[in-house]
């Protein structure tokens, strides 16, 4: 059984640094893409940061370069998104997303998300 679970949201002033943390199980970790995404209400989900395979380099959106660090632990099959200086803007629910492509099939899972406030 597939899971993959968030943790590490919350309430956070403009300025200040949060970790999240997703354990994932089920798959194999190392042959996925893991990602970060987020989603406001009334908005479409937006990519975040990817860490991909094979050690390649990390992607970010040009609205969190510089201020995110995505990285992956595939002893503990365990990616995580350190945001420093984060803004009001980057209130969201951040979900935790494992992908893997090959030929031309396609393995995607979720995590039900958590909580990101960034709020005086």
């Known amino acids: 059984q597939v899971q993959l679970v968030e943790s590490g949201g919350g309430l956070v002033q403009p300025g200040g640094s949060l970790r999240l943390s997703c354990a994932a199980s089920g798959f194999t970790f190392s042959s996925y893409s893991m990602n970060w995404y987020r989603q406001v209400p009334g908005k479409d989900r937006e990519f975040v940061a990817s860490s991909p395979i094979n050690d390649h380099a990390p992607a970010y959106a040009d609205s969190v370069k510089g201020r995110f660090t995505i990285s992956r632990d595939n002893v503990k099959n365990t990616v995580y998104l350190q945001m420093n200086s984060l803004k009001p803007e980057d209130t969201a629910v951040y979900y935790c997303?494992?992908?893997?492509?090959?030929?031309?099939?396609?393995?995607?899972?979720w995590g039900q998300g958590t909580q990101v406030t960034v709020s005086p």
């Open positions: 997303n494992a992908l893997s492509l090959w030929l031309l099939k396609k393995w995607e899972y």
